[in-house]
């Protein structure tokens, strides 16, 4: 199954429908994976016959992809592409008609996309393909980020700025930085939205155990997720025009870059893994030895995983062969067991003894009788 389907890890949803099968990849609740279900299972295009039906739709939906015209080689693009993207956001297509007055098309047939109170046409001559259009623009400009959302954000090919922030004690700094994120994301769109996508994220653990290294908070980072190097402005940035700056030195490659995915950050990616799981050994051990801690959850932790070795190497000692288990479910087939071939063996012996017996003596003077002589 897992190499019929290309399963790698455990636990994968996918959903099957006609030959495709759509993996899915939102968070682990019930609520999102049954949205997931029924977008799926739906059509890849969905109508909107009328105008009320666009207005309750686009409420819905903070991105929203629609496809304006008639049958066109631009409209079967559109359903391929939503035949594959589909496991990210929805599609619709309409008629012209079904645009309020605000929404003005230079020329049709048209794909636009609908966010951040704004909407924005896809042009194939400076958006390049269809399919990487729509896998940049299925985000909002600016969003919360964690460590899902980076994941997704990764698949779109974009750098990731990032406003790391303490989400329990927001200060002036952090949100005047998150402000000027924001003020990028929305006035600079036309400048940096096809290399960046802007957010903020609260605390800088995740950040830390990605860079193996310490971020302060606030600050800003711009993280590369793609060969996983990251960018870090040199000196704490005030107002908008320093980010302006930092931004710019990052596309023309004049910021220095730290990290990446080499040999050498490779084996200091293994050590920091290894430390870390030791230090969480550690702590988790000190709770187990100390009494005022949590003893139950500690004999759990440690006994859980002994337990599942000692049933492991227990069915590997008492287990059978396969030869004998062949053996034996050959036997079963034929209808023999052990016991029924024994009495088999008894019985052909007792079979052969009467005739031994009737063969005869030899004569006294040591010559055989008739019968012998016939027998010979």
Request: charged share 30%; with cysteine.
């Amino acid at each position: 199954m897992a190499s019929e389907f290309g399963v790698r890890g455990y636990p994968t949803i996918k959903l099957l429908k006609g030959e495709m099968a759509y993996n899915y990849k939102g968070p682990r609740t019930k609520d999102d994976i049954i949205e997931f279900a029924n977008r799926v299972a739906g059509p890849a295009v969905r109508s909107l016959p009328s105008r009320q039906m666009f207005e309750h739709v686009l409420k819905r939906h903070n991105v929203l992809f629609l496809y304006v015209g008639g049958e066109s080689p631009l409209k079967e693009k559109y359903i391929e592409v939503a035949s594959e993207l589909i496991v990210y956001t929805y599609f619709f297509f309409a008629s012209e008609d079904v645009l309020p007055e605000s929404v003005t098309l230079h020329e049709l047939p048209s794909v636009v996309v609908f966010k951040d109170g704004s909407y924005f046409t896809y042009d194939e001559y400076e958006d390049g393909s269809l399919s990487s259009w729509v896998n940049r623009e299925r985000f909002q400009s600016y969003l919360p980020i964690d460590g899902f959302t980076l994941y997704e954000l990764g698949e779109t090919g974009k750098l990731v700025a990032i406003a790391v922030t303490d989400g329990k004690d927001s200060t002036e700094h952090s949100s005047r930085l998150k402000g000027l994120i924001q003020r990028v994301a929305t006035e600079h769109r036309d400048l940096f939205s096809r290399d960046f996508q802007f957010g903020h994220m609260d605390g800088n653990d995740y950040i830390n155990s990605l860079i193996m290294g310490e971020v302060s908070v606030p600050s800003i980072i711009i993280l590369n997720t793609s060969n996983e190097q990251y960018f870090l402005p040199a000196e704490p940035v005030e107002d908008l025009q320093q980010l302006l700056l930092f931004f710019s030195s990052v596309l023309d490659g004049s910021a220095p870059a730290y990290g990446g995915d080499g040999i050498f950050q490779r084996i200091k990616r293994v050590a920091y893994d290894a430390r870390s799981t030791i230090m969480d050994s550690c702590i988790l051990l000190e709770r187990f030895r100390d009494p005022s801690g949590s003893p139950v959850l500690g004999c759990f932790l440690f006994g859980l995983p002994l337990g599942v070795i000692s049933l492991m190497c227990y069915g590997i000692c008492t287990a059978e062969s396969d030869d004998a288990a062949d053996d034996a479910e050959l036997m079963k087939r034929d209808g023999f067991t052990d016991e029924e071939e024994e009495e088999g063996e008894e019985e052909e012996q007792r079979r052969l003894t009467p005739r031994i017996e009737d063969t005869g003596e030899e004569d006294e003077d040591g010559e055989k009788s008739p019968s012998d002589k016939k027998v010979d």
